[in-house]
């Protein structure tokens, strides 16, 4: 499975915006991470296939992640943004198998925040 991410840019804060990643075949799990310079990935927002979702305290009530299971494409819609909210986002799917699962990073979208 690939994944092609897209929808970064600079925004003001308080702005938003809206990052998508296509997955190019059906996937269980599909989540959002972002990564600081010089700093580990950590992870922000989750959905199953089934539309649960789960978020990193730091964006709950900001941030809102969907998926369209037809499009095998999964949405972050980042609001009310913040400076602190500047990384470079991933997003990364998981295909359960049998005995395990699979793990599948699309490549970075830079996301800039300005003051």
């Known amino acids: 499975v690939q994944l092609q991410a897209s929808g970064g840019g600079l925004a003001q804060a308080g702005g938003s915006l809206r990052l998508s990643c296509v997955a190019s075949g059906s996937v269980n799990v599909m989540a959002w991470y972002r990564q600081y310079p010089g700093e580990q990935r950590e992870w922000v927002a989750v959905i199953n296939s089934g539309g649960a979702t789960n978020y990193v305290d730091s964006v709950k009530g900001r941030f809102t992640i969907s998926r369209d299971n037809a499009k095998n494409t999964v949405y972050l819609q980042m609001n009310s943004l913040k400076p602190e909210d500047t990384a470079v986002y991933y997003c990364?799917?998981?295909?359960?198998?049998?005995?395990?699962?699979?793990?599948?990073w699309g490549q970075g979208t830079v996301v800039t925040v300005s003051s």
């Open positions: 990364k799917a998981v295909r359960v198998m049998a005995r395990g699962s699979l793990h599948y």
